[in-house]
Each structure stands twice: as C-alpha cells, then as structure tokens.
C-alpha cells in the first residue's frame, strides 16, 4: 500500500489522464491521489517511537539529514529562479513536494510531547488544528496563490493532527478489528471524497488539499493495512520514500527533455522512479537518503 499512496502522489503531479479523459483525471489524479500524503504521515504519526529525548534526537537528525540531502539535489531546479519571494517558501516551507518532510520534521517534537496524553484530548486537538487549515484554505488570505498554500499546508495545520491519529491508533489491536467493517469505512469513505471534491470543484479556483473525509479515510485505510499485514508493511518503507522523494526529479526532467504528453510522461516517471527507488535502497546503507 506505500508503494500505491507514492505511485498516486506520482500521477498527481504528473496530471495522468489529463488529456486522455476529464472523468478519469478528476477520479485518480485531482481526488484519490489527495489520499496519499496525509495516509503517509498517519503511518509517520504510528511509527513514532520516541520515548526519550536521546531517541527524539536521533529521529530529528535523521529526518533532518534526509531533508537537507534531498533539498541539495532538487537545488539546480530552483536555484537559477530564486529570489526574495521563493527564498522565503524554501526556507519556510521546503521546496515542492518536500514539504512533507520538513512538516513531519517540526510536527514530531509537538508529538513527543503529547505522546501519552488521553485520547479525549488528542482527538480534540487534531480535530480542531485540522478544522483551522480546513478554514484557512477556503479563505483568500493573501493574492499569492504560494503563500496561500503554505498557510495551511503546514507542520500545524496539516502534518501535526494526521499524525496524532497515527499516534491514537497504536492502541488499537487493528487485527481484531472486523475486516468487512475496515473495507466498508474505507469505501464508503472514498466514495464520500469524491462527493465531496465534485462539490467543491465547481466552486473553488484552487486545488485543494485538504478535504473533511480525509481525517477519517486516511486512517480506516492504514488500518485496513494493519488489520491484513504480514510483516510486509514497513519492508516497503523504503521503495516507497524512494519513490516520493526522487519522483518529481525524475517527472521534471523528462518533461523538459522530451514531447511527451501528461499521461506518457507520468508512466515514464513511474517507471523510472521505481528502478531509481531500488538504487537509492542500496545508497540508504551509505548515507541517510530514505
């Protein structure tokens, strides 16, 4: 399932099926593929093992190395274009898609020092702070369509309540739960994101990120993976953040190197990308890359 959410977050940005059909763009690329990273940093939130301030170190400098190595080998597409403006985003936000980890970087002390609290809190606090950047998204704050989006895709508003409901379900024992009740929620949940991302389509100018059934599809489908795992789901880690991480590398670069339409580019980046993945598994014993 990793490898799926990274293959997803890949035909986003790739726009797969943009110009083959509108239907099948908006189902994949514009609705499920919003899946992707807020189901990452659930898994994030429930891998979280920092006990002691020594081990909440040692998860800091590692996520830390991996954000600086990355954000050095995307540096020849933003460097030639930087100025005040997009130095600003970098040094706030991270570039592109690398947000995600500078958000789960600064997310996870917040986590550490929650960890342990009740549920009756927790669950209030993800909810509301994930209520905020559901407001703040909807709001034009500001005329700059980047700013905009870093107002509420952030470490406080996005990265920080999905990973409380990660944290909240390592106390559930998910392979007791009914498998035929995990399947339904995550239907029934699926179903109601792309209700909910038809309604707002039409009325909104901007791609939204975050959308209501989010908070409870991601979760139901991690534990919907829980519930059937075999030992298999954390093997995948790594061909999934290598994916994520080098895919958008990959997908500029054949953009701009070739005629290729959306949906060809995308299937080359995939393609390319998965082999990339295996190459960095065995650089990741070398250096901190994943």
Known sequence: MRVVMALLVVALHGQLFKEISAEAKFVISDT??????PWFLVVTGFYFRASSLAELRVWLIRMAVIYAVWMIAYSPFYLAD???KSAVLLAGF???HLWYLFAALQAGPILYCLRGRSFVLLLPIASVLFAIGMVIQHFELTESADYRVVLFRNFLFFALPFMLLGHLMRRVDWKRVSSSLLV???VAGCCILLLEAAFFSSRTWFSQDLYVSLFFVSPAV??????FDNGRLRSAAEMATGIYLIHLMVLLTTKSSTSLT???ATLVTIGLSVAAAFALRKLNKLVPVL
């Open 184 to 186: 339904l929620l995550c």
């Open 82 to 84: 930087l100025n005040l």
């Open 262 to 264: 959306e949906t060809p």
């Open 94 to 96: 991270g570039y592109r």
């Open 222 to 227: 991690f534990a919907l993976c829980l519930h």
């Open 32 to 37: 499920l593929s919003r899946l992707a990273v």
